[in-house]
Protein backbone atom coordinates (compact mmCIF):
# COMPACT_ATOMS: atom_id res chain seq x y z
CA UNK A 1 0.00 0.00 0.00
CA UNK A 2 0.96 3.44 -1.36
CA UNK A 3 0.94 5.91 2.19
CA UNK A 4 1.93 8.84 0.85
CA UNK A 5 0.98 9.03 -2.35
CA UNK A 6 -1.47 11.64 -1.78
CA UNK A 7 0.44 14.19 0.54
CA UNK A 8 3.65 16.55 0.10
CA UNK A 9 6.80 15.92 2.38
CA UNK A 10 6.91 17.99 5.43
CA UNK A 11 7.88 21.66 5.11
CA UNK A 12 6.51 21.53 1.36
CA UNK A 13 3.24 22.96 -0.14
CA UNK A 14 1.26 23.17 -3.34
CA UNK A 15 0.60 26.74 -4.42
CA UNK A 16 -2.70 26.70 -5.67
CA UNK A 17 -3.90 29.84 -8.01
CA UNK A 18 -4.33 33.33 -6.06
CA UNK A 19 -1.56 31.80 -4.28
CA UNK A 20 0.75 31.56 -7.13
CA UNK A 21 -0.31 35.11 -8.14
CA UNK A 22 0.47 36.63 -5.58
CA UNK A 23 4.31 34.90 -5.37
CA UNK A 24 4.34 35.88 -9.11
CA UNK A 25 3.45 39.59 -8.55
CA UNK A 26 5.86 40.48 -5.09
CA UNK A 27 8.83 38.44 -6.93
CA UNK A 28 8.13 40.29 -9.99
CA UNK A 29 7.95 43.39 -9.15
CA UNK A 30 11.35 42.88 -7.11
CA UNK A 31 12.72 41.60 -10.42
CA UNK A 32 11.12 44.19 -12.30
CA UNK A 33 12.93 46.90 -9.82
CA UNK A 34 16.61 44.69 -10.01
CA UNK A 35 16.08 44.61 -13.63
CA UNK A 36 15.55 48.79 -13.40
CA UNK A 37 18.70 49.11 -11.50
CA UNK A 38 21.32 47.39 -13.91
CA UNK A 39 20.95 43.93 -12.36
CA UNK A 40 20.82 40.98 -14.57
CA UNK A 41 19.11 37.45 -13.77
CA UNK A 42 21.59 34.77 -13.10
CA UNK A 43 19.62 30.87 -12.56
CA UNK A 44 21.66 28.01 -10.90
CA UNK A 45 20.83 24.23 -10.77
CA UNK A 46 18.23 23.37 -8.11
CA UNK A 47 21.38 20.58 -6.48
CA UNK A 48 24.66 21.09 -6.42
CA UNK A 49 28.07 18.86 -5.50
CA UNK A 50 27.84 18.96 -1.63
CA UNK A 51 31.48 20.49 -2.13
CA UNK A 52 30.13 23.47 -3.29
CA UNK A 53 28.44 24.24 0.37
CA UNK A 54 31.62 22.27 2.24
CA UNK A 55 33.55 25.75 2.95
CA UNK A 56 29.87 27.21 4.25
CA UNK A 57 30.04 24.52 7.07
CA UNK A 58 29.62 26.81 9.84
CA UNK A 59 26.85 27.96 8.63
CA UNK A 60 24.68 25.13 6.86
CA UNK A 61 26.04 22.55 8.85
CA UNK A 62 25.61 18.74 6.93
CA UNK A 63 22.19 17.76 8.85
CA UNK A 64 20.35 21.26 7.62
CA UNK A 65 20.67 20.39 3.83
CA UNK A 66 18.90 17.76 1.79
CA UNK A 67 21.43 15.11 0.16
CA UNK A 68 21.08 12.72 -2.59
CA UNK A 69 24.14 10.99 -4.56
CA UNK A 70 24.42 11.36 -8.71
CA UNK A 71 24.80 8.66 -10.83
CA UNK A 72 28.70 8.63 -10.10
CA UNK A 73 27.63 7.98 -6.69
CA UNK A 74 28.75 11.79 -5.59
CA UNK A 75 26.98 13.53 -2.95
CA UNK A 76 24.76 16.26 -4.25
CA UNK A 77 22.70 18.91 -1.66
CA UNK A 78 19.21 20.57 -2.87
CA UNK A 79 20.92 24.23 -2.48
CA UNK A 80 19.94 25.46 1.08
CA UNK A 81 20.94 28.82 -0.59
CA UNK A 82 21.81 30.83 -3.65
CA UNK A 83 24.27 32.86 -2.97
CA UNK A 84 27.10 30.23 -2.20
CA UNK A 85 26.16 29.09 -6.13
CA UNK A 86 26.35 32.25 -7.45
CA UNK A 87 29.86 32.61 -5.76
CA UNK A 88 31.21 29.52 -7.11
CA UNK A 89 29.68 30.71 -10.58
CA UNK A 90 31.22 34.65 -10.14
CA UNK A 91 34.82 32.22 -9.37
CA UNK A 92 34.18 29.78 -12.42
CA UNK A 93 32.83 32.41 -15.16
CA UNK A 94 32.59 36.14 -14.42
CA UNK A 95 36.33 37.12 -13.54
CA UNK A 96 36.92 38.34 -16.92
CA UNK A 97 33.85 40.73 -17.05
CA UNK A 98 33.78 44.51 -16.22
CA UNK A 99 33.59 44.73 -12.54
CA UNK A 100 31.41 45.15 -10.53
CA UNK A 101 28.62 42.44 -11.36
CA UNK A 102 25.31 42.90 -10.78
CA UNK A 103 23.19 39.99 -10.64
CA UNK A 104 19.75 38.73 -9.35
CA UNK A 105 18.35 35.68 -9.49
CA UNK A 106 14.82 33.95 -8.07
CA UNK A 107 14.42 30.02 -7.10
CA UNK A 108 13.73 27.84 -3.97
CA UNK A 109 15.74 26.98 -1.76
CA UNK A 110 16.09 23.91 0.42
CA UNK A 111 16.52 23.39 4.64
CA UNK A 112 15.56 20.59 6.63
CA UNK A 113 13.77 22.15 9.14
CA UNK A 114 12.82 20.81 12.97
CA UNK A 115 9.81 18.96 12.69
CA UNK A 116 6.50 20.27 13.36
CA UNK A 117 7.55 23.84 14.40
CA UNK A 118 5.85 25.20 11.23
CA UNK A 119 9.10 26.20 9.67
CA UNK A 120 8.87 25.63 5.42
CA UNK A 121 12.06 23.07 4.43
CA UNK A 122 11.63 24.91 0.58
CA UNK A 123 11.78 28.72 0.54
CA UNK A 124 11.29 31.01 -2.46
CA UNK A 125 13.78 33.96 -2.54
CA UNK A 126 14.44 36.11 -4.82
CA UNK A 127 17.55 38.20 -4.57
CA UNK A 128 20.52 40.71 -5.82
CA UNK A 129 24.54 40.14 -6.05
CA UNK A 130 26.93 42.90 -6.36
CA UNK A 131 29.93 41.65 -7.41
CA UNK A 132 33.38 43.13 -7.51
CA UNK A 133 33.04 46.31 -5.65
CA UNK A 134 34.24 46.59 -1.87
CA UNK A 135 32.93 50.08 -1.54
CA UNK A 136 30.91 52.30 0.81
CA UNK A 137 28.62 53.73 -2.39
CA UNK A 138 28.45 50.03 -2.87
CA UNK A 139 26.78 49.53 0.79
CA UNK A 140 24.84 52.00 0.01
CA UNK A 141 23.39 50.98 -3.17
CA UNK A 142 22.86 48.01 -1.58
CA UNK A 143 20.50 48.64 1.82
CA UNK A 144 18.75 51.57 -0.51
CA UNK A 145 17.68 49.06 -2.95
CA UNK A 146 16.51 46.93 -0.22
CA UNK A 147 14.47 49.39 1.43
CA UNK A 148 13.33 50.46 -1.69
CA UNK A 149 11.86 46.45 -2.23
CA UNK A 150 10.44 46.44 1.64
CA UNK A 151 8.86 49.37 0.49
CA UNK A 152 7.23 48.63 -2.69
CA UNK A 153 6.24 45.17 -1.13
CA UNK A 154 5.04 46.62 2.28
CA UNK A 155 4.30 50.12 1.98
CA UNK A 156 5.12 51.83 5.45
CA UNK A 157 5.07 49.32 7.23
CA UNK A 158 8.90 47.96 6.94
CA UNK A 159 11.48 48.44 8.99
CA UNK A 160 15.51 47.55 8.17
CA UNK A 161 18.11 46.93 10.79
CA UNK A 162 21.52 47.82 9.74
CA UNK A 163 24.96 46.33 11.62
CA UNK A 164 28.43 46.07 10.50
CA UNK A 165 30.00 42.98 12.14
CA UNK A 166 33.71 44.82 11.83
CA UNK A 167 32.36 46.15 15.11
CA UNK A 168 31.79 42.41 16.47
CA UNK A 169 35.16 41.25 15.20
CA UNK A 170 37.15 44.02 16.39
CA UNK A 171 35.71 43.08 20.03
CA UNK A 172 36.36 39.77 20.24
CA UNK A 173 39.05 39.29 18.36
CA UNK A 174 41.12 41.63 21.25
CA UNK A 175 39.53 39.02 23.87
CA UNK A 176 41.86 36.55 25.18
CA UNK A 177 39.59 33.76 25.11
CA UNK A 178 40.03 30.18 23.04
CA UNK A 179 37.72 29.72 19.81
CA UNK A 180 34.90 28.14 22.07
CA UNK A 181 34.42 30.70 24.91
CA UNK A 182 34.12 33.17 21.87
CA UNK A 183 31.62 31.31 20.21
CA UNK A 184 29.28 31.00 22.67
CA UNK A 185 29.86 34.26 23.49
CA UNK A 186 28.91 35.14 20.58
CA UNK A 187 25.75 33.18 21.08
CA UNK A 188 24.74 35.33 24.04
CA UNK A 189 24.90 38.36 21.85
CA UNK A 190 22.60 36.86 18.94
CA UNK A 191 20.31 35.63 21.43
CA UNK A 192 20.37 38.73 23.62
CA UNK A 193 21.08 36.55 26.66
CA UNK A 194 22.52 39.46 28.64
CA UNK A 195 21.98 37.09 31.46
CA UNK A 196 24.76 34.46 30.29
CA UNK A 197 26.87 36.86 28.29
CA UNK A 198 27.22 39.07 32.16
CA UNK A 199 28.27 35.11 33.46
CA UNK A 200 30.68 34.70 30.54
CA UNK A 201 32.24 37.94 30.44
CA UNK A 202 32.35 38.21 34.20
CA UNK A 203 36.27 36.57 34.03
CA UNK A 204 37.69 39.43 32.05
CA UNK A 205 36.77 42.05 34.83
CA UNK A 206 36.96 45.30 33.32
CA UNK A 207 38.75 44.59 29.99
CA UNK A 208 37.33 47.16 27.91
CA UNK A 209 36.70 44.51 24.76
CA UNK A 210 34.71 42.57 28.04
CA UNK A 211 32.73 45.83 28.64
CA UNK A 212 31.66 46.77 25.39
CA UNK A 213 30.73 43.15 24.04
CA UNK A 214 28.32 42.68 27.66
CA UNK A 215 26.76 45.98 26.20
CA UNK A 216 26.49 44.97 22.77
CA UNK A 217 23.49 43.54 22.88
CA UNK A 218 22.28 46.99 24.00
CA UNK A 219 23.38 48.64 21.26
CA UNK A 220 20.30 48.18 19.31
CA UNK A 221 17.92 51.76 18.64
CA UNK A 222 18.69 55.00 16.83
CA UNK A 223 21.39 57.27 16.29
CA UNK A 224 21.66 57.15 20.16
CA UNK A 225 23.92 53.80 19.35
CA UNK A 226 26.39 55.47 17.42
CA UNK A 227 27.60 57.76 20.56
CA UNK A 228 27.55 55.03 22.74
CA UNK A 229 29.36 52.76 20.60
CA UNK A 230 32.41 55.27 19.68
CA UNK A 231 33.15 55.44 23.28
CA UNK A 232 33.28 51.98 24.41
CA UNK A 233 35.73 50.46 21.70
CA UNK A 234 37.53 51.94 19.42
CA UNK A 235 40.67 49.30 18.81
CA UNK A 236 40.97 46.49 16.10
CA UNK A 237 38.93 48.43 13.34
CA UNK A 238 35.78 49.02 15.35
CA UNK A 239 35.92 52.91 14.40
CA UNK A 240 36.11 52.36 11.02
CA UNK A 241 33.39 49.99 11.27
CA UNK A 242 30.66 52.07 13.17
CA UNK A 243 32.08 55.04 10.65
CA UNK A 244 30.94 53.09 7.75
CA UNK A 245 28.06 52.52 9.15
CA UNK A 246 27.36 55.45 10.69
CA UNK A 247 28.16 57.28 6.67
CA UNK A 248 25.36 54.42 5.41
CA UNK A 249 22.52 55.20 8.12
CA UNK A 250 23.40 59.17 7.47
CA UNK A 251 22.43 58.57 3.74
CA UNK A 252 19.54 57.00 4.56
CA UNK A 253 18.25 59.72 6.78
CA UNK A 254 18.57 62.22 3.74
CA UNK A 255 16.67 59.73 1.68
CA UNK A 256 13.98 59.95 3.91
CA UNK A 257 14.26 56.50 5.51
CA UNK A 258 15.66 57.74 8.98
CA UNK A 259 12.25 55.87 10.93
CA UNK A 260 12.79 52.90 8.80
CA UNK A 261 16.25 52.28 9.95
CA UNK A 262 17.13 50.64 12.99
CA UNK A 263 20.65 49.78 14.19
CA UNK A 264 21.57 46.64 15.41
CA UNK A 265 25.04 46.23 17.02
CA UNK A 266 23.95 42.55 18.44
CA UNK A 267 23.30 41.17 15.04
CA UNK A 268 26.08 39.13 14.76
CA UNK A 269 24.29 35.67 13.12
CA UNK A 270 26.87 33.99 10.87
CA UNK A 271 29.43 36.09 11.55
CA UNK A 272 32.16 33.83 10.13
CA UNK A 273 30.28 34.27 6.79
CA UNK A 274 29.68 38.20 6.64
CA UNK A 275 32.84 40.58 7.02
CA UNK A 276 30.83 44.09 6.71
CA UNK A 277 27.68 45.59 6.82
CA UNK A 278 24.75 43.33 7.00
CA UNK A 279 21.48 44.20 7.47
CA UNK A 280 17.51 42.69 7.59
CA UNK A 281 14.24 43.84 6.95
CA UNK A 282 10.98 43.06 8.93
CA UNK A 283 7.40 43.91 8.52
CA UNK A 284 4.66 44.59 10.88
CA UNK A 285 2.90 41.54 11.05
CA UNK A 286 5.43 38.75 10.03
CA UNK A 287 7.07 37.05 13.05
CA UNK A 288 10.59 36.74 11.22
CA UNK A 289 12.86 38.20 8.70
CA UNK A 290 11.56 39.14 5.30
CA UNK A 291 14.81 40.08 3.53
CA UNK A 292 18.50 39.74 5.12
CA UNK A 293 21.61 40.14 3.68
CA UNK A 294 25.14 41.98 3.97
CA UNK A 295 28.69 41.99 2.83
CA UNK A 296 30.69 38.88 2.17
CA UNK A 297 34.29 39.58 1.00
CA UNK A 298 35.84 36.06 1.68
CA UNK A 299 33.24 34.12 0.05
CA UNK A 300 34.08 34.01 -3.34
CA UNK A 301 37.55 33.71 -2.32
CA UNK A 302 36.79 30.05 -1.09
CA UNK A 303 35.80 29.38 -4.86
CA UNK A 304 39.81 30.43 -5.87
CA UNK A 305 38.37 33.86 -7.28
CA UNK A 306 39.45 37.26 -4.52
CA UNK A 307 36.40 39.17 -5.32
CA UNK A 308 34.88 41.25 -2.65
CA UNK A 309 30.46 41.81 -2.85
CA UNK A 310 27.56 42.47 -1.33
CA UNK A 311 23.56 40.92 -1.37
CA UNK A 312 20.31 40.13 -0.17
CA UNK A 313 17.43 37.95 -0.25
CA UNK A 314 13.99 37.93 0.17
CA UNK A 315 11.53 35.29 1.44
CA UNK A 316 9.15 36.40 -0.84
CA UNK A 317 6.13 34.42 0.64
CA UNK A 318 6.77 35.76 4.12
CA UNK A 319 6.46 39.25 1.94
CA UNK A 320 3.94 38.39 0.27
CA UNK A 321 1.66 37.48 3.66
CA UNK A 322 1.48 41.18 4.16
CA UNK A 323 0.59 42.08 0.49
CA UNK A 324 -2.93 42.26 0.11
CA UNK A 325 -4.70 38.94 -1.94
CA UNK A 326 -5.05 38.97 -5.73
CA UNK A 327 -8.19 39.41 -7.14
CA UNK A 328 -9.63 35.86 -8.20
CA UNK A 329 -9.08 35.00 -11.33
CA UNK A 330 -12.11 34.18 -13.03
CA UNK A 331 -12.80 34.40 -16.85
CA UNK A 332 -14.50 36.76 -18.28
CA UNK A 333 -16.24 34.96 -21.22
CA UNK A 334 -17.50 31.42 -21.22
CA UNK A 335 -17.53 30.70 -24.91
CA UNK A 336 -20.13 27.95 -26.26
CA UNK A 337 -20.71 26.73 -29.57
CA UNK A 338 -22.47 23.36 -31.09
CA UNK A 339 -20.50 20.92 -33.29
CA UNK A 340 -21.12 23.03 -36.29
CA UNK A 341 -18.98 25.71 -35.26
CA UNK A 342 -16.17 24.30 -33.47
CA UNK A 343 -13.69 26.47 -35.30
CA UNK A 344 -15.83 29.74 -35.31
CA UNK A 345 -15.86 29.40 -31.50
CA UNK A 346 -12.14 29.51 -31.48
CA UNK A 347 -11.81 32.29 -33.47
CA UNK A 348 -14.14 34.09 -31.50
CA UNK A 349 -11.55 33.37 -28.25
CA UNK A 350 -8.98 34.60 -30.39
CA UNK A 351 -10.27 37.98 -30.79
CA UNK A 352 -11.55 38.21 -27.34
CA UNK A 353 -8.22 37.32 -25.86
CA UNK A 354 -6.80 39.90 -28.68
CA UNK A 355 -8.81 42.36 -26.88
CA UNK A 356 -7.23 41.80 -23.78
CA UNK A 357 -9.96 39.61 -22.30
CA UNK A 358 -9.96 36.21 -20.63
CA UNK A 359 -12.03 33.80 -22.65
CA UNK A 360 -12.33 29.92 -21.80
CA UNK A 361 -13.52 27.34 -23.88
CA UNK A 362 -16.95 25.35 -23.25
CA UNK A 363 -15.82 21.29 -23.70
CA UNK A 364 -19.41 20.68 -23.06
CA UNK A 365 -22.06 20.06 -26.12
CA UNK A 366 -25.18 21.18 -24.65
CA UNK A 367 -25.49 24.66 -23.57
CA UNK A 368 -27.55 23.88 -20.52
CA UNK A 369 -24.93 22.13 -19.39
CA UNK A 370 -22.57 24.90 -20.37
CA UNK A 371 -24.83 27.11 -18.02
CA UNK A 372 -24.44 24.98 -15.27
CA UNK A 373 -20.61 24.66 -15.37
CA UNK A 374 -20.60 29.20 -15.81
CA UNK A 375 -22.87 29.07 -12.90
CA UNK A 376 -21.05 27.11 -10.31
CA UNK A 377 -17.64 28.81 -12.04
CA UNK A 378 -19.12 32.50 -11.16
CA UNK A 379 -18.48 33.24 -14.98
CA UNK A 380 -20.63 36.20 -15.32
CA UNK A 381 -20.97 35.65 -19.37
CA UNK A 382 -21.77 33.26 -22.41
CA UNK A 383 -20.97 33.59 -26.13
CA UNK A 384 -23.01 31.43 -28.06
CA UNK A 385 -21.25 31.29 -31.45
CA UNK A 386 -23.20 30.13 -34.56
CA UNK A 387 -23.08 32.09 -37.91
CA UNK A 388 -23.27 35.56 -35.62
CA UNK A 389 -22.28 35.95 -31.94
CA UNK A 390 -25.41 36.48 -29.06
CA UNK A 391 -24.19 36.85 -25.71
CA UNK A 392 -26.62 35.44 -23.00
CA UNK A 393 -26.50 35.64 -18.53
CA UNK A 394 -26.17 32.35 -17.17
CA UNK A 395 -28.38 33.17 -14.57
CA UNK A 396 -31.27 33.35 -17.10
CA UNK A 397 -30.79 30.16 -19.07
CA UNK B 1 -3.53 49.06 18.40
CA UNK B 2 -2.36 45.58 18.28
CA UNK B 3 -1.85 44.06 21.72
CA UNK B 4 1.54 42.72 23.14
CA UNK B 5 0.79 39.31 23.68
CA UNK B 6 2.31 37.34 26.47
CA UNK B 7 2.48 33.33 26.32
CA UNK B 8 2.80 31.98 29.60
CA UNK B 9 4.14 28.67 30.81
CA UNK B 10 1.09 26.84 32.94
CA UNK B 11 1.54 25.15 36.27
CA UNK B 12 3.94 25.49 38.24
CA UNK B 13 5.39 28.73 36.18
CA UNK B 14 2.59 30.22 35.87
CA UNK B 15 1.74 31.25 39.54
CA UNK B 16 4.96 33.19 39.59
CA UNK B 17 4.95 34.18 36.27
CA UNK B 18 1.81 36.25 37.54
CA UNK B 19 3.12 36.69 41.15
CA UNK B 20 6.24 38.74 39.36
CA UNK B 21 3.57 40.93 36.94
CA UNK B 22 1.64 41.80 40.00
CA UNK B 23 4.57 42.84 41.37
CA UNK B 24 5.10 44.69 38.58
CA UNK B 25 1.95 46.41 38.88
CA UNK B 26 0.12 44.51 36.34
CA UNK B 27 -3.45 44.30 37.06
CA UNK B 28 -3.78 40.03 36.42
CA UNK B 29 -7.10 39.72 37.61
CA UNK B 30 -8.72 37.86 34.38
CA UNK B 31 -5.60 35.37 34.81
CA UNK B 32 -6.64 34.82 38.62
CA UNK B 33 -10.23 34.08 37.50
CA UNK B 34 -9.71 33.14 33.93
CA UNK B 35 -12.47 30.40 33.63
CA UNK B 36 -12.43 29.24 30.58
CA UNK B 37 -10.82 32.06 28.67
CA UNK B 38 -7.69 31.45 27.00
CA UNK B 39 -6.88 35.06 25.66
CA UNK B 40 -6.54 36.94 28.96
CA UNK B 41 -6.39 41.04 28.76
CA UNK B 42 -4.07 42.53 31.19
CA UNK B 43 -7.05 45.47 32.21
CA UNK B 44 -5.22 49.37 31.91
CA UNK B 45 -2.47 48.49 29.49
CA UNK B 46 -2.28 46.58 25.98
CA UNK B 47 -0.53 43.62 27.04
CA UNK B 48 -2.72 40.29 26.38
CA UNK B 49 -1.58 36.93 28.22
CA UNK B 50 -2.02 33.38 26.99
CA UNK B 51 -1.59 30.25 28.45
CA UNK B 52 0.08 27.21 26.86
CA UNK B 53 2.43 24.40 27.83
CA UNK B 54 6.04 25.10 27.83
CA UNK B 55 6.98 23.65 24.34
CA UNK B 56 3.87 25.62 22.62
CA UNK B 57 5.42 28.87 24.77
CA UNK B 58 8.64 28.54 22.82
CA UNK B 59 6.17 27.62 19.32
CA UNK B 60 4.22 30.63 19.64
CA UNK B 61 7.07 33.25 20.40
CA UNK B 62 9.32 31.80 17.61
CA UNK B 63 6.40 31.67 14.52
CA UNK B 64 5.58 35.81 15.98
CA UNK B 65 2.12 34.62 17.36
CA UNK B 66 2.91 35.68 20.70
CA UNK B 67 5.31 38.37 21.08
CA UNK B 68 6.80 37.30 24.87
CA UNK B 69 7.14 34.20 26.67
CA UNK B 70 8.23 33.09 29.65
CA UNK B 71 9.40 29.82 29.72
CA UNK B 72 12.24 27.30 31.42
CA UNK B 73 15.55 26.77 30.27
CA UNK B 74 14.91 22.92 30.37
CA UNK B 75 12.28 23.59 27.43
CA UNK B 76 14.60 26.31 25.47
CA UNK B 77 17.42 23.33 25.90
CA UNK B 78 15.17 20.42 24.47
CA UNK B 79 13.86 22.65 21.49
CA UNK B 80 15.94 25.27 20.66
CA UNK B 81 14.80 27.62 18.04
CA UNK B 82 15.38 31.16 17.15
CA UNK B 83 14.47 34.27 19.24
CA UNK B 84 15.95 36.29 22.21
CA UNK B 85 16.66 35.23 25.47
CA UNK B 86 16.94 38.20 27.31
CA UNK B 87 16.24 37.85 30.87
CA UNK B 88 16.52 35.28 33.39
CA UNK B 89 13.81 35.52 36.08
CA UNK B 90 15.44 33.39 38.50
CA UNK B 91 12.25 31.31 39.92
CA UNK B 92 11.58 27.46 39.04
CA UNK B 93 15.26 26.58 39.76
CA UNK B 94 16.21 23.13 39.47
CA UNK B 95 18.61 21.47 37.22
CA UNK B 96 19.29 18.60 34.29
CA UNK B 97 20.64 15.72 35.65
CA UNK B 98 22.16 12.45 35.03
CA UNK B 99 21.32 9.84 37.95
CA UNK B 100 22.07 6.52 37.97
CA UNK B 101 20.39 3.63 40.71
CA UNK B 102 22.14 3.70 43.98
CA UNK B 103 25.65 2.23 43.93
CA UNK B 104 26.21 1.82 40.17
CA UNK B 105 29.28 3.60 39.08
CA UNK B 106 28.23 4.42 35.59
CA UNK B 107 31.02 4.69 33.95
CA UNK B 108 32.66 1.51 34.42
CA UNK B 109 32.68 -1.18 31.87
CA UNK B 110 32.13 -0.96 28.38
CA UNK B 111 29.16 -1.58 27.05
CA UNK B 112 26.19 0.75 25.55
CA UNK B 113 24.22 2.66 28.13
CA UNK B 114 20.91 2.73 27.98
CA UNK B 115 19.33 5.99 29.02
CA UNK B 116 15.70 7.28 29.39
CA UNK B 117 14.79 10.86 28.88
CA UNK B 118 11.39 12.99 28.48
CA UNK B 119 14.73 15.55 26.78
CA UNK B 120 16.42 13.04 23.98
CA UNK B 121 18.10 16.00 22.29
CA UNK B 122 19.31 17.80 25.99
CA UNK B 123 20.75 13.89 26.53
CA UNK B 124 21.95 13.08 23.48
CA UNK B 125 24.18 16.81 23.32
CA UNK B 126 25.44 16.01 26.68
CA UNK B 127 26.39 12.36 25.48
CA UNK B 128 27.57 13.45 22.30
CA UNK B 129 29.95 16.22 24.36
CA UNK B 130 31.36 12.77 26.28
CA UNK B 131 31.99 11.14 23.19
CA UNK B 132 29.89 8.79 24.34
CA UNK B 133 27.33 6.38 22.11
CA UNK B 134 24.66 5.43 24.20
CA UNK B 135 20.95 4.64 22.93
CA UNK B 136 18.73 6.60 23.76
CA UNK B 137 14.86 5.90 24.76
CA UNK B 138 12.23 8.55 25.01
CA UNK B 139 10.43 8.22 27.97
CA UNK B 140 7.15 10.57 28.64
CA UNK B 141 5.97 9.76 32.04
CA UNK B 142 7.43 9.39 35.25
CA UNK B 143 11.30 8.21 33.71
CA UNK B 144 12.39 6.94 36.75
CA UNK B 145 10.79 4.00 36.46
CA UNK B 146 12.58 3.34 33.40
CA UNK B 147 15.73 1.71 35.68
CA UNK B 148 13.57 -0.03 37.75
CA UNK B 149 12.19 -1.61 35.19
CA UNK B 150 15.09 -2.61 33.73
CA UNK B 151 14.97 -0.71 30.23
CA UNK B 152 17.55 1.53 30.57
CA UNK B 153 21.34 2.16 32.67
CA UNK B 154 20.29 5.71 33.87
CA UNK B 155 18.30 8.95 33.45
CA UNK B 156 18.56 11.77 32.21
CA UNK B 157 15.84 13.73 33.96
CA UNK B 158 15.08 17.79 35.95
CA UNK B 159 15.60 17.46 39.75
CA UNK B 160 14.71 19.57 42.00
CA UNK B 161 15.05 18.88 45.36
CA UNK B 162 16.13 15.13 44.60
CA UNK B 163 13.34 13.46 46.79
CA UNK B 164 11.49 11.63 43.99
CA UNK B 165 15.21 10.41 42.47
CA UNK B 166 15.77 8.70 46.46
CA UNK B 167 12.47 6.87 46.87
CA UNK B 168 13.22 5.47 43.69
CA UNK B 169 16.59 4.53 44.97
CA UNK B 170 18.33 6.75 41.78
CA UNK B 171 21.42 9.17 42.94
CA UNK B 172 22.49 12.22 40.58
CA UNK B 173 25.62 10.79 38.95
CA UNK B 174 26.54 13.88 37.26
CA UNK B 175 24.47 17.94 37.29
CA UNK B 176 24.44 18.83 33.10
CA UNK B 177 23.03 22.29 33.54
CA UNK B 178 21.00 24.39 36.32
CA UNK B 179 17.84 25.87 34.64
CA UNK B 180 15.44 28.19 35.05
CA UNK B 181 12.53 30.33 34.45
CA UNK B 182 13.50 32.75 31.23
CA UNK B 183 11.99 35.79 29.56
CA UNK B 184 11.84 34.91 25.53
CA UNK B 185 11.39 37.62 22.73
CA UNK B 186 10.25 36.70 19.45
CA UNK B 187 13.05 38.45 17.33
CA UNK B 188 10.68 40.67 14.68
CA UNK B 189 8.64 41.49 17.39
CA UNK B 190 11.53 43.14 19.43
CA UNK B 191 12.39 44.77 16.04
CA UNK B 192 9.27 46.08 15.21
CA UNK B 193 7.64 47.06 18.80
CA UNK B 194 10.66 48.37 20.58
CA UNK B 195 9.30 50.74 22.12
CA UNK B 196 6.27 48.96 24.00
CA UNK B 197 8.90 45.63 24.38
CA UNK B 198 11.78 47.29 25.80
CA UNK B 199 10.27 49.40 28.85
CA UNK B 200 8.58 45.88 29.96
CA UNK B 201 12.07 44.17 29.92
CA UNK B 202 14.12 46.51 31.58
CA UNK B 203 11.12 46.64 34.36
CA UNK B 204 11.83 43.08 34.71
CA UNK B 205 15.62 43.70 34.64
CA UNK B 206 15.51 46.63 37.44
CA UNK B 207 12.87 44.50 39.23
CA UNK B 208 15.54 41.54 39.56
CA UNK B 209 18.20 43.71 39.90
CA UNK B 210 16.51 44.79 43.09
CA UNK B 211 15.90 41.33 44.60
CA UNK B 212 19.68 40.40 44.36
CA UNK B 213 20.39 43.68 46.17
CA UNK B 214 18.14 42.42 48.71
CA UNK B 215 19.13 39.38 49.03
Known sequence: ?397 | MKPIRIALTKGRLEEKSVSLFEQLGYDCTAVREKGRRLILPVAGTNLEIVLAKAADVVTYVENGVCDIGVVGKDTIMEMGGTFYEVADLGFGRCRFALAVPRGVDFYEGYHTRCIASKYVNVARAFFEKKNMDVNIVKIEGSVELAPILGLSDAIVDIVETGATLKENGLVVAETIMEVSARLIVNIASLKLRKQEIEPFITQIERYLAGGKQDA
Not at chain 1, 23 to 28: K, P
Not at chain 1, 49 to 72: L, N, W
Not at chain 1, 249 to 275: C, F, K, M, P, W
Open chain 1, 1 to 397: MKRYDKVTPDGTRDLLFDECVSRAQVAGRLTAMFRSRGYREVITPSMEFYDVFGSAAAHFPQESMYKMTDSRGRLMVMRPDCTIPIARLAAARLTGMPMPVRLYYSGNVYRVSYDMRGKPSELFQTGVELIGSSSLRSDLEMVELAAAGLSDIGGERFRIELCHIGYFKALIGSLEASAEEKEEIRQCIEQKNYAALGDLLQPFGKNPAATALKYLPRLFGGEEVFEKAYSLFSGGGATESLDCLKTVYEHLQSLDLGDRVLIDLGLVNQAEYYTGLIFRGYFDGVGEPVLSGGRYDNLISDFGAPLPATGFAFNVDAAASVSASPEPDLPDVLVFSDSQHLAQAISHIRSLTREGLTAENSVFDQLDTAADYARRRGIRRIHLVDDQIQELDPETL
